[in-house]
């Protein structure tokens, strides 16, 4: 029922950094986990990262670990990605996604955002 619109997506060298963000329709925002997949082209969708609703629990994937680190704004019903120590292996188009619990498992999210587009140039 919540529409997610994702920004911050661009064109970034080996490296650089970028931060993403996800924002979020509704008034209960904080009893809902977030997260961040992704997709390369040829790929399946992956995951990256997840928070739960106060934000106390988070997940990474191992190939992100160390250099991503995702959080949230509950007054601003907005989730944030930021991507340090970037990789051309990082291009993808990158999707936020509400979720009844904090989960690597995609079945557990039951809103989507359309996607952004993450770039990184070697």
């Known amino acids: 029922q919540v529409q997610l619109v994702e920004s911050g997506g661009g064109l970034v060298q080996a490296g650089g950094s970028l931060r993403l963000s996800c924002a979020a329709s509704g008034r209960t925002f904080s009893s809902y986990a977030m997260g961040w997949f992704r997709q390369a082209p040829g790929k399946e969708r992956e995951f990256v990262t997840a928070?739960?609703?106060?934000?106390?629990?988070?997940y990474y994937a191992g190939s992100v670990k160390g250099r991503f680190t995702i959080s949230r704004d509950n007054a601003k019903n907005t989730v944030y990605l930021q991507m340090t120590s970037l990789k051309p292996e990082d291009t993808a188009v990158y999707y936020c996604?509400?979720?009844?619990?904090?989960?690597?498992?995609?079945?557990?999210?039951?809103?989507w955002g359309p996607g952004t587009q993450v770039t990184v140039s070697s």
């Open positions: 996604a509400q979720g009844s619990r904090t989960s690597y498992n995609p079945d557990e999210y039951h809103s």
């Open positions: 928070i739960s609703g106060g934000g106390g629990t988070t």
